[in-house]
């Protein structure tokens, strides 16, 4: 297992989602809110089956051509095809294109989301002690204003986006970028995120010390640490663990 010096550790990067934020109250509840505006109430069934296409919908894009995170126009292109394709299979027989987009359209307030409860403890822990943090994420251009929104723009020293620099990870140069505008050497960096492919290889393409997270106990084996709580973190960084 990959391990670092903890005394040389500046800067933490974060992946977003599954790491970082959920949606609020949950992503079943919100596509309900919209449906409704339309005059939809899909039954619980329904929604697992459509909710289910959307899963298998975002994996055959993602690994057949994840360019879409590249730019704002692609990533929300994508995000409105794979609400039509969950509406569709819900059975919904109406303008599933302008009910998919207005999906879409409403993740982007940050109501729509909340952060899991250890992030601001975390945040706060690692800004008292100096280290510089930022987001390095797949996401549309949305992100700085959804971390605005929620009010974790105060513990952040950058959020990148990959649609907003059209870089996507795990191409080195969006954590190059990171590392740039935190003025820090990858060696001096950590990367949390829940992606092997997207987190893992990308910070380590670069030099920084990846660590993986397990949010929902999927028992994932790596060669680098992997944790279930971000307060897991902390000690790894040398850091008192926090009361959970």
């Known amino acids: 297992m990959e391990v670092f010096d903890k005394s040389s550790i500046d800067a933490v990067f974060f992946d977003v989602?599954?790491?970082?934020?959920?949606p609020y109250p949950?992503?079943?509840a919100v596509c309900r809110e919209v449906m409704s505006r339309f005059g939809y109430d899909p039954s619980d069934d329904e929604m697992r089956r459509g909710l289910t296409a959307a899963d298998r919908f975002y994996e055959y894009r993602y690994w057949s051509d994840d360019s879409f995170w590249a730019n704002e126009t692609d990533a929300s292109e994508m995000w409105s095809e794979l609400y039509e394709t969950?509406?569709?299979?819900?059975?919904v027989d109406g303008d599933r294109k302008l009910i998919g987009r207005a999906i879409y359209d409403h993740f982007g307030d940050g109501a729509r989301w909340r952060t899991y409860d250890d992030v601001v403890p975390?945040?706060?822990?690692?800004?008292?002690?100096?280290?510089?943090?930022?987001?390095?994420?797949?996401?549309?251009?949305?992100l700085?204003?959804?971390?605005?929104?929620?009010?974790?723009?105060?513990?952040?020293?950058?959020?990148?986006?990959?649609?907003?620099?059209?870089i996507?990870?795990?191409?080195?140069?969006?954590?190059?970028?990171?590392?740039?505008?935190l003025s820090v050497s990858p060696e001096r960096a950590v990367h949390v995120g829940d992606h092997y492919y997207a987190d893992v290889l990308g910070a380590r393409s670069v030099g920084i010390h990846p660590v993986?997270?397990?949010?929902?106990?999927?028992?994932?084996?790596?060669?680098?640490?992997v944790i279930e709580s971000l307060y897991e973190l902390l000690?790894?960084?040398?850091?008192?663990?926090q009361a959970t």
Not at 212 to 225: E, L, N, Q, S, Y
């Open 144 to 166: 700085a204003k959804l971390c605005f929104d929620m009010g974790l723009s105060r513990y952040l020293d950058s959020v990148l986006s990959s649609a907003s620099i059209g």
């Open 86 to 91: 969950a509406l569709e299979e819900m059975g």
């Open 168 to 181: 996507i990870k795990p191409d080195p140069k969006i954590y190059q970028v990171a590392c740039e505008r």
């Open 17 to 22: 989602g599954n790491t970082l934020l959920k």
């Open 212 to 225: 993986m997270i397990d949010r929902f106990g999927f028992g994932h084996t790596a060669d680098v640490p």
């Open 235 to 241: 000690p790894l960084l040398g850091l008192e663990r």
């Open 26 to 28: 949950s992503l079943e």
């Open 122 to 142: 975390v945040f706060q822990a690692l800004k008292a002690r100096g280290y510089r943090l930022a987001l390095v994420s797949n996401w549309d251009s949305r």
